[in-house]
């Protein structure tokens, strides 16, 4: 109803930042491309196992993007979908079942309708059935120009493990395309390999698995460095093809890999206990920003807390694209006053300073627990927002919200002359 719409507006104004004003409309007109790596997990970053780097590539590209230390994935049941949906609305799945299903007829205002406006073509590249998770059916309500799915690769036992083609493969044959997609273009390339559980064939094992009681956390060390190396490829090709430097690649980590089935292992790799604190900080995933010819000469560390829901103003801002209509709850991490804020789906949060999960409030650098009532003002926050997302999802508000809009518009129009 337009009533909870006026609610949701008047808070969504009243959390919003301006953009950064030195790097507002850094990126504009690039073409974009949006990796999702695959079940990537944070702690794996400049981490060695027997020695050797398990994320080479990515740790080296870290040093010339921006790159997010303290990122966190915000997913639900719907994973890999659900960080789709974060990633293109700035919206937040639900918290139970994955929107992409429940909610696929609704209106949307995703990244690539924004974009249309501007001039870019849209695809998303995911070697896989086009109906898994209902992507055909939720990429048209985004409106996606373009699906490339299985049946725009070559896939056959030879170039296929586990889930289906492998990372490496998928890249060659993904950049292959791409040189035939209208420029400027919003891509998303989504990888395979590194999923559950965690298959590879001797000849593509870069390291060795770990050696615990989980086969899954020793099997997921050789196919991260697996996915690292096929983002050495995607640079490459793009290079070679001349699509690297008129870009923007974004990359990120979809949700968690090992889940909590496997803390005792996992305390064995970070050598010490997994308690509820840990698991919240396991919650982390990559996150970096790479602009060749800017971020390379100006790379940035950034350590402040963010999540998946500030990727698109995020990118909307980097490309110039204002945002001041957009219904979202994330922000653009680059505006000076943002309160670095994290949100996840169970309703655990995270700042700067403290992390509450599971109803406990801890102090974020000690994992101490923190002074009573610390994360207070907090928590009615993290739940506000949950509820606004939510109501909009579930009420199909957006509906409304774009009747407004365009009559504002043409309001707008009447008084300019234009009508
Ligand atoms: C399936 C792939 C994996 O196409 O994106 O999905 P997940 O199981 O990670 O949600
Ligand atoms: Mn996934």
């Not at 036992?157 to 400027?184: A, C, R, Y």
């Amino acid at each position: 109803d337009s009533n909870s719409l006026t609610d949701i507006e008047n808070y969504v104004n009243a959390n919003r930042k301006e953009p950064a004003g030195d790097l507002f409309g850094i990126a504009k007109n690039r073409n974009v491309i949006v990796v999702t790596l695959e079940s990537l997990q944070s702690f794996v970053m400049n981490e060695e196992l027997n020695g050797q780097e398990i994320t080479p590539f990515l740790n080296q590209l870290a040093r010339e993007s921006y790159n997010f230390e303290n990122f966190y994935h915000q997913t639900g049941q719907g994973k890999t979908a659900d960080s789709e949906f974060l990633v293109d609305n700035s919206l937040y799945p639900l918290s139970r079942g994955a929107v992409f299903f429940t909610n696929a007829n609704n209106e949307f205002m995703a990244t690539p309708e924004v974009l249309k406006e501007e001039g870019y073509y849209s695809a998303v590249f995911h070697a896989n059935n086009k109906s898994f998770w209902n992507r055909d059916i939720m990429y048209q309500a985004f409106a996606y120009d373009r699906f490339f799915d299985i049946r725009d690769y070559d896939v056959n036992p030879e170039n296929s493990v586990g889930w289906g083609l492998k990372d490496i493969e998928f890249f060659e044959q993904t950049v292959e395309h791409l040189k035939n997609v209208p420029q400027p273009f919003y891509t998303r390339m989504i990888t395979l390999t590194n999923h559950f559980p965690f298959e590879l064939g001797e000849e593509d094992k870069m390291i060795e698995e770990f050696d615990s009681n989980s086969r899954t956390l020793n099997r997921y060390f050789p196919t991260v460095r697996y996915l690292d190396e096929s983002i050495k490829v995607l640079f490459e090709k793009l290079k070679e093809e001349g699509l690297y430097d008129n870009s923007m690649i974004l990359l990120y980590g979809d949700h968690y890999g090992i889940s909590e089935n496997h803390n005792g292992a996992m305390s064995q790799f970070l050598g010490k206990e997994i308690t509820p604190f840990e698991s919240t900080q396991l919650q982390r995933v990559p996150f970096m920003i790479h602009i060749p010819g800017v971020t390379d000469n100006n790379p940035r560390n950034i350590e402040e807390v963010a999540g998946q829901i500030d990727m698109k103003p995020t990118l909307m801002h980097l490309l110039g694209i204002d945002t001041r209509e957009h219904l979202q709850f994330g922000h653009d991490l680059f505006a000076e006053k943002r309160l670095p804020f994290a949100v996840l789906r169970d309703g655990s949060f995270i700042t700067d300073e403290l992390i509450y999960t599971g109803g406990a409030c801890f102090v974020k650098e000690s994992g101490e627990p923190a002074e009573e009532g610390s994360c207070e003002p907090y928590i009615e926050k993290a739940k506000q927002e949950l509820d606004y997302s939510d109501k909009i999802v579930n009420g199909d508000l957006l509906r409304f919200y774009h009747e407004q809009l365009d009559g504002l518009d043409q309001a707008e129009e009447i008084q300019t002359g234009k009508k």
